[in-house]
């Protein structure tokens, strides 16, 4: 399984980056994905989710109504659309899935820095 994040980088306050998790190694049609991102000396925090399908989300309070996050099965892909962007967005972004093969694996991205300046 790999999950390889791209588009961070620096943006300043109010504009917009789009992150990418392209997906392989399962079948990436039959599983949810996320994104959490994680500031030094504090605990990954969950950003957003969605289902299999990608007919349902979820969103952390701090990014609702400014982050979108979306799915091409065809593509194995899972994006992270941020819009309106703000310093404290600044962060460590990694894209997770859970897998279970007969146990349960946790699957992490190595993560990709987004720099919001102000």
């Known amino acids: 399984v790999q999950l390889v994040e791209s588009g961070g980088g620096l943006v300043q306050s109010g504009g917009s980056l789009r992150l990418s998790c392209a997906a392989s190694?399962?079948?990436?049609?039959?599983?949810?994905m996320n994104w959490y991102r994680q500031v030094p000396g504090k605990e990954r925090e969950l950003v957003a989710g969605?289902?299999?399908?990608?007919?349902?989300?979820d969103y952390a309070d701090s990014v609702k109504g400014r982050f979108t996050i979306s799915r091409d099965n065809t593509k194995n892909t899972v994006y992270l659309q941020m819009n309106s962007l703000k310093p404290e967005d600044t962060a460590v972004y990694y894209c997770?899935?859970?897998?279970?093969?007969?146990?349960?694996?946790?699957?992490w991205g190595q993560g990709i820095q987004v720099t919001v300046s102000s």
């Open positions: 969605i289902s299999s399908a990608g007919g349902s989300t």
């Open positions: 190694g399962f079948t990436f049609s039959a599983y949810p």
């Open positions: 997770y899935t859970r897998i279970q093969w007969g146990r349960v694996k946790d699957y």
